[in-house]
Structure formats: C-alpha cells, structure tokens
C-alpha cells in the first residue's frame, strides 16, 4: 500500500526483530541521507563581563538598562544618530555556537563562519498578564548574530575560538521570552531550535557578585531518595505566564526543585519556611511530615501547600510592576484554615491569574478563591452567602476539585456527597462568581458504565452497568474548545459540561493520577501505577504509551543509538507539556550515579510503533516470505495551500536588526561594536514603546522618526565605510533597522488566530486519496474515501463553510475553509482585552492515530488540526489624530490657518472662532494599515486647563454639562450642526463627514473669560475623549483616544472685556492730555531750565575762583611778614578790582544773549 507520511511499503525481509527494526529505522536513513550529520544550536546567557569567556554562563536576573553604552555612541561622530539622544544597552547578551555529533564544536564554529554561516535569533516577547497597566501587543524581534573572538589565549594568526553574539532584549511588561534560531541558509544544515530564556526574580546578586535564591537555600546532592520510587506529581503554572517552575513532592523535605528554563537545567532549594503545623479540633491532621505537596508558579508569585498550611512568596519583577515589590520572605496565608489541596488556573484573565485552596474542617464545602494582581495576593471565601452543602440542600458534601472557566466568571466544582445512608455519590455543582447561585449540572453515575465493545458511550442514565464503582478525583477544562474531563477510574468528557461521554478504551482497573493538557488538542494520562496514556481530543480512542511494545521497541533502538537519556533503572518525576510536545522529566540511575534530565516523549514514534507491531501480515509467495503493513491513513499526501500572510491574524509584530558593519578583515566585532549593537536594538524598541501616542505621524512607522533627517545623508555614510573612514570602525546601516510587514505563510496554519467582527480566514486543504475509486460516466468525476470535517468548539459564534473540488487526474481533493465570525458573540472591547476563547478542529476522518508524516524534527502527526481563535478586537490596532489631514481640511475650510506665536510642532493650535474639523485614523500597527476612520463616534472634552500644568480631570458631572446638548445650565464647550446624537441623546454622535466643531465656552464652561497671560489672545488645553463604543457597529474594537487640544484667540467675557476697554480708554485720554501739555509749557520749561543751569555754573564758577585766590594770597603772607600791612592793603584793592571787572563782563554777557 502507498505510504502516508512515513511511508511503509511492501518490503521482504526476514520475520525477525532486527528485520522489523530495520524497517523501522528505513525513514530515518533517507534523512541521514540528506543530513550526513546531526547538528544543534547552543545558546547561553552572558553579561557585559563575561563577553568572550569561553564556559561563561549567566542567569538571567539584572533587569536595570546600563548606561555605558552611551560612552560608545560619543565617539561615533559622522554616523546616522542622534548625538543628543541618551543610549542605553540591555544588561546580557546571547552567546550561541553549535555543535555536531562526533566533532569538535570550536573547529566546526570556524568552519560556519568561514563558510558564511550567521544564526538568526528571533526573540518573541510574551504579552503581560495585567493589560491594564501594559498594552498587549505580540512583539518579536529579529537579530543577526555578530561573531565574536574568544579572549582565551590563542596561537593561531586568525582565530581559535569563537561564538556568536546578540544582545539579549528586555520589554516592559514581559519576563518569559521564547528564543529562536535558524540558520540564514548558509554553511552546514542545523535544525531550527527554541530556547526558554526567562527572568528569574527569585535570585538576587550579593555584593561579591554572587548569585543567591531569595526563596530559600540551593542544595547540591540530588540524593537517590528523593527521587527513587517516589510518585510522579503534576506540574502547574499559568500557561505561557509562568518564568519559573516549581515542583514538589520530595518526601520528608520542604524543598521544591526550580527552573527557569523549562528544566533545561534545575536547581534544588530548600525551602526558608517556619514548617508549621496547625493542629486543632477541626483540622483532621494526624501526622506531620516536612514534604511539599501542592506547587502552582504564576506570573511573579510562587504557592505552595504544606501539610494545611499555604505559603505564597512573590518575586522581584521590576519590568512587571516597575519597583521592587518582592516578598523577602514566605508568605503564610489563610493561617486559621485547614487546607486540604490548592486547585490550579492555567489560564490568566480581566488582568490578573488565580488560584484556589479547598478547606477541610469547619469550612467544608467552601473555596478559598485566590486572585494576584501585580504580584498582590487576596483571597475571597466562595459561596457568599452559604457553604456548597447548604446550596445544593445536603447535610454533608465535600470539595473534591474546582475549575475557573473565566469567560463565564463560573466554578465549576466536584462535590461529594455522602447521605443518611451512608451512600456516596459525586455531583458536578456550578457557581456563579457574579450572581452567587449555585446548580448541579450532573450527578455522576455511582458504577462505571458497560460499554459492550464501543470506544466510547453516550451517558444518558438508560445504560447497563458494571459493577465496578466510579470513584471520580478530579476535573481538567480546555477554554479554547469547553472540553471538560472528569477522571477517576473513568474518563468522562462533556462539551457542555451536562451531556457526557465515556470513553471505554481506558481501563476501569485503573486509576487516574492526573491529567496533562497541552490546550491544544492533545492529552495525557498519568496513572496511579505511573503507566502513561494519550488522547487526541475530538477522537474516542485512549492509546496506551507506557509500558508499551511500542515504548519497548523505541527504548530498544534508543540503547542502539547509546543515547544517555535511558537507562535501565528509573524514575518518572513529571510529565508536562512545551511547545506542544510531550515531555518527561526522569530521574536515571546509571552506573550507580543518579541524574535528572528532561526528555521527549515520541508519542507519534510510539503510536507507529504499535500500529506496525498490531497490524502486519505475512504471507508466503514461493520459497519466501512477505511481511505485509497495514496502513490505515485514508491518504497519502496532505498539504495546506493558499494560506494567507499570517500578520494579520496572528497580530505579531516584527522588527528586524542588523549588527552594525565593522571595518575589520576578518569580520570579528569588538566590545565597543556589541555595545553600539546594544544600544541600536534598545532605541529601536524604545521607539516601538513611544510610537503609540494620540498625534499620528506623517508616516505610519515608528522608525521613521529616527532616520527622517539622516536619509539625505545615506550615500555620504555609505562613502566613509566604503572607504574604511567610518568613526570608530563602525557603519550603522539604517536599512538594517525597520519593522517588517509582509511576512509569509509557511505552510502551516498560524500558532492562533484573531477575528474582529465579520472577518474571515481561508485557506484550502489538499489531500490525495489512498485508494480512489473513479466513476465513468457523463460526469466522470472522483468517488473519494477521504472526508474532511470542521468541529467548532462554538458554533453560535463562528462558522465554517467547506467547499470540495475533487481532482480526478491527481486522484486528490481540494477542500476550501472558510472561518467566520458571526458578527454578534462579543461586546465592544480595548484592543486586546477580554478576548472571547474558542477554536476550530480540522479533522480528516479516519486518520486519528493513523497518519504521520516525517520531518527533520522527527515524524509528526497529520490529520488533526487544532487551532485556537480569539474573537474581539485583536491587539495593534489604535485610533489616532490625525493632525497633518486635520490641519489641511481645517486651513481650506477656513479659508486661512493662524498657529499659535509660539509654534509646538508636536501640538499645533487651532483658532477658537474657526470651524474645527477633525479626523482620525485607524492605524495597524501590525500590517502598516493606515486608514481614515469610516465610523461613528462620540466626542466629550474630559479635561482642561489654561496651560499643561493646570490640567485637570473633569468629574462625570461635568462631563456631562460640558458636552451634552441637554445641558441647560449655559455649560457647553462646544457645539455641532449635526443632528445625530446617541440613543439617550445625551451626547452628539460625529463621523468623519460631520459639519464641524463650534467652541462656545459658554458662561459657565471652565475656558469661560480665560484670562491671558501676556499681550496675546487666551488660550486653553482640552483633554479630549474620542470613542465608538455604542455608536459603531462595524468592528468588535472600542476605539478609545485621549489627546490634549490647543486652543488659542479665546474672546474675554463681556465684562471683562468694558473694563479692559475703558481702563485702555482712559490711559489712551490721559496719554493725550499728557502730550498736549508737554507742548504748550516746552518753551517755558527749558527756558527756566537754561537759567537754572547758569546759575548752577556761575555759583560753581565762582566758588572755584575764591578758592585759588585765598589759597595764592596765603603763600604770599608766608614769605614777607613785614610788609604785611601793604600787602594787606593790595590784596584788597586787587580782590576789590577783580570783582568789579567780574560784575561788569556777567552783565555784558547777559546784554549779548538773545531772547529766545
């Protein structure tokens, strides 16, 4: 028979087990083929210190940018940046080499780089959990990795050692990051690989630079008991939120082992606990032991339950809550209650994650209902009003497990009830978190049905039954498609968690530990005995894994291969699901040296395995034999085709950087170009984090800003690295640095989809079928055995329309889905929050466990495609002003623009008495999109003030007057001609023809006779609220924009306006009056002043003159003493004469003088 996927031909060889593990290994020998060796990627972390080291290795704790990098940047003069601009640098870098199977990995690094080889790092950034204080955005950057020297000691001319190097990005908002690296397509073929790198907030540095867990004290010695014999245990966390792991269960110890790396690696810690025992009448605890038994690992916070005790310890996350709000201790919560087992949320909702502890003793039948928001932790007692037994009208009842189901605000909760009778009985009970009622959805059976040979059975109370007990444990939900499980010695599943279905291929003999969701269509089970067995979700057949012949034969070819993650004796400690894959941690014994590792389970390998090992048939033909396989996939070849380009409906964004060139021969970077890199690929996602703000740029990037004034400049930047001249041997590329928008499909429907209102996604399926049978005739046309079917987990919501067109000369059949919204299954929302969860299954009927195709990463199963769809309005996309259009529109309407006299070029004014016309745009900040907004919306000012400083938030109230045309009170801002106005009429309703903005600031209005506060006119700031949520029916999106408006040439009020009019009045009259005067009396002013002046003169003059004369006559007595009485004599006759010529040359001058 023709393959499908792995293909398992006819062949002939011998009916032994090497001949059937031969024909197992004939796929993999075709990829050796091609591959001749098996290479993968190494990644590590390193700081600024250990750049270079050879073996260096960091964890991830610093989480403060550095500013030495801007050191750097002040010797790049003549480069395209921004010498004003501060630049910053993350604190850790991605060191990354590769390694091959039988090589020496510091040869082979030569070999790539010498060979062209550069890794390419996509880092992508998980959204926070607490959207309102974080926007939620799907970010992912992409970064070309610098080769690096090694700083060892090297003999050789060129290079001895080497590795590649990026910086290692940090976002707001996010603290577990998903690393992935490829190959650009040159040198040796090396596999894509996916690193978790994630912060971890539970270790802090000491002062000598070591690092030392906050939660409790590192062990050592992995000693064998802690782990030999012991039961595997459950591994809870908040899926996708969670950075750190914690797992308990070491007996006889208060230590948990941790990980932020998804046990890549592990440490062993002891818990810092008080290890107290509340003992009491209504705590029915008889013994005391130090173990750990339930651990969940949230976002930022850490619980744990030992013996009745519930501790919570909550890490430092400074870009979660942007100060150091970590506990520094452990947290005892819920001193004064019996704790019986914590019950896990795995998803996050409304902004914060949960957790619930079920109580024993005097509050039984009640839930302890946990939510941490920004690492607070609060508990609330559910129900409100009365315990679960008193709800549902039954003396004893007891809490088994409790589910969130968040979309609904439900619990769903396992109560067992014991009557007077001493009969026990189990009930499914919901509680309404909002409406505090209780209702029982199910009683379960009290015997496990007989199900007769089905795989599976329809519980409708009519069935026969075993005599086997149901004796249920617990309750596993799936958000994305409502599957619910209840487990036991069964397995039951429900839709809607009324109507169920048991699925028999599980035996009763058995006991469910526990379940493992992968939330994506695939489960596992965990049994009592550790046996290990796996459910594809939309299927009724359980499938056995452990032990199994299939587990047997692969373990059997692992020991071929002398692989070290086997080994005879040991010990599952975990089972749990990444990346949508199934892994075991286990703990081996070999050479009497214990170890814990972390590996596959080939679940698609195994199930191979035993559909070789159960159907085969030999037949003899001649004097040999034929081992026949027996492929039950009804195709052949499955392929998806016509994807479109997934932006759009993933909503990731992109941004691509490049490491700056260096003018070095050999193409080795220096510490000073990975600190220029640092600090490129921080502005760069600095300016993705400033981008989104109320005034739209003229070009929709947010890298625009960056480079609009060097671009003119390209060519002369491109001369100088040319020509070696660049500063600082460094060439920034400006092209290296851009957001990317047009990113392909490949092949493969995306991670998960987002519909807004009324969108679609299609695509086509193509398969080519096993065994066709053709119909001749006047049609002629191809009668198919394969089928394809679409379940949706919530038809009222979406639909899904499938179109076949049947190839006949390919013996194939193309299937054409279309996914829908239906348009009314959701409210209006922010971008991003509050995401209706669903999803749609694409099944080709029969192939459930049968159909595998084979890929470089090992075989993967076909047939069954689960994709999660959120419904609402996806994340990138916002409402902005847009100001160059407004400003165009309002300057042609008006006739002319007046901007204010001091021109903000980010707030540009608008004259208070011309018509104001506004208009938005929605922007995609995904695809580029950038259009005029189409839609109706509402406008209110919700602030204001007569300056930036003075504004202030305006009350409901005010709102209300100010922008209502209701109002009454002489309170209105602004006014319309439009007529439209919302249902209550309570506020007008505008789009982007609407006839414009009248500002009045009536009497009462706050901008109402703004006083001035220089020669120009007033002016005003309005904080102004735009949205569409009631008033536009086209998208799911609440477009919500706040933006402050300038507002200048605001009128004074009529009073106001007299005074200044008379006082201008009045000082203008006196003015006149003033200068009149001074024109008559000039004359006779400076006549009188002439005077004044020369008698000022003649007094100076003359008081001089005597002064040199007494001072000549008193030398003249001093040289003749006896002939003083003459001298006497004619002094005075000389003085008397001196004066008389004096009076006769003033009056002789006055005489001259002419009158003027």
Known sequence: MSPAGPAWPRLRVLQTLWALLVVLLAPWRLWAIKNTQECTWQVVLNNFETVGKKDASDRFVDQEPLYTVDKVFSQLVDAPIDPDETYLGFPYYLKINYSCKGESSEALVRK???????????????????????KIEQLQIQMEAAPFRSRERCNAEEVCLMSWYTPMPIKNGSVVMRV??????????????????????????????????????????????????????????????????????????????????????????????????????????????????????????????????????????????????????????????????????????????????????????????????????????????????????????????????????????????????????FQVVSYDLVSDYLVVLYTIPEFIPDARGLEFLMVLG???????????????YNPYNNLLFIWGNFLLQSYNSKNFIYLADFPKELSIKYLVNSFYGDTAIVTETEEIWYLLEGSYQVYKLFPSKGWEVHVSLQVMQQSSLYAPNETMVTLFYED????????????????????????????????????????????????????????????????????????????????????????FHSDNSLAVYQGLVYYLLWLHSKYDKPYADPVHDPTWRWWKNKKQDQDYYFYLASNWR?????????????????????NELPERIFLDKGTSYRFSVFLTAREPEPLHGPSFQLQSKVGLAVVLADPECIEAVVKEKVLVNRNSVLFWVTLSDKRFCFDQGISGHHLMKTSMLLKVVGSSGHCFQNTNQGPRMQGNLMVPV????????????????????????????????????????????????????????????????QGSYVLKVVGGGPTLDTIKEYSEEDIYRFNSPLDKTGSLIWTTRNTTTTEDSAFNILSHNSLGIEWLCMENSP???????????????????????GVDKSTYCDYQLTFQLHIHGLPLSARRAFLILMVSASLFVGLVILYVISCLLSPYVVKVCNVLCWKINNIIAWESYIYSIASDTGAFSNTSGIKSGESSGGISRVVSKVAGENRTDTKETLRKKPIS
Request: glycine letters at 6%; hydrophobic letters at 35%.
């Open 1007 to 1029: 901008c109402h006779d703004t006083i001035p506060h220089s020669i120009f006119a007033s002016e005003f700031f309005f904080k102004v609220l735009v949205s569409n949520r």
């Open 726 to 746: 660049s500063a600082g041997s460094v060439h920034v590329d400006m092209a290296s640095y851009e957001k990317i928008y047009d990113l392909k499909a490949e």
């Open 580 to 667: 949508r894959r199934l892994y075991q941690l286990v703990y081996l014994i070999d050479n009497q040296q214990g170890r814990l590792v972390k590996r596959l389970v080939p679940v698609e390998q195994l199930l191979m395995y035993q559909q070789i090992s159960n159907d085969y048939l030999l037949e003899r033909q001649g004097s040999h034999l034929t081992l026949s396989f027996t492929n039950f996939c009804p195709f052949t070849v499955m392929r998806l085709r016509d994807l479109p380009n997934p932006q759009i409906y993933t909503r990731q964004e992109r941004y691509r950087a490049q490491p700056p060139r260096v003018l070095e021969p050999g193409g």
């Open 870 to 933: 959120l419904i609402g309005c996806p994340p990138g996309k916002r409402l902005a002003f847009d100001i160059t259009y407004t400003l165009e529109y309002n300057r042609l309407q008006n006739k002319h623009y007046f901007d204010c006299v001091h021109v903000d070029p980010e707030m540009p004014c608008f004259l208070f008495r011309d018509i104001f016309y506004p208009f938005f745009l929605i922007q995609d900040l995904v695809t580029g999109d950038s259009g005029s907004f």
């Open 462 to 476: 009519t069935e026969s039954y075993t005599n086997f007990p149901m004796v249920p444990k617990g309750m596993s």
């Open 180 to 425: 992935d690296v490829s190959s650009n397509g040159l040198g040796p073929f090396i596999p894509n690989k996916r690193f978790q790198v994630n912060i971890n907030g539970f270790l802090e540095r000491q002062r000598d630079n070591t690092l030392q867990f906050t939660v409790g004290n590192e062990l050592f010695n992995l000693i064998p008991r802690y782990f030999v014999n012991v039961p595997s245990r459950p591994l809870w966390y908040t899926v996708d939120q969670a950075p750190v792991f914690i797992l308990g269960g070491i007996p006889e110890e208060k230590a948990i082992l941790l990980t932020d790396t998804n046990f890549k690696d592990f440490f062993l810690v002891e818990l810092s606990i008080d290890s107290c025992w509340v003992g009491s009448f209504y705590c029915p605890q008889t013994s005391f032991t130090a173990t750990i038994y339930d651990a969940i690992a949230t976002e930022s916070t850490l619980f744990i339950r030992q013996n009745q005790l519930i501790y919570y310890f909550t890490g430092t996350y400074i870009t979660l809550h942007e100060s150091n709000r970590g506990s520094g201790r452990w947290v005892r919560v819920l001193a004064n209650e019996c704790i019986k087992k914590l019950c896990p949320v795995h998803f996050h909702s409304n902004g914060s994650e949960y957790v619930m502890a079920l109580t024993t003793g005097k509050h039984e039948g009640y839930v302890h209902f946990g939510t941490i928001t920004d690492g607070r932790v609060s508990f609330e007692l559910l129900p409100r009003q009365r315990s679960v037994c008193n709800g549902i009208l039954v003396v004893n009842c007891s809490i088994t497990w409790a589910v969130f189901i968040a979309g609904d605000y439900n619990l769903l909760l396992l109560v067992e009830i014991e009557d007077p009778s001493t009969r026990k009985y």
């Open 112 to 134: 790539g780089h010498l060979t062209g080889l550069k890794p390419v790092v996509l880092v992508t950034f998980q959204s926070p959990v607490n959207f309102h204080r974080w």
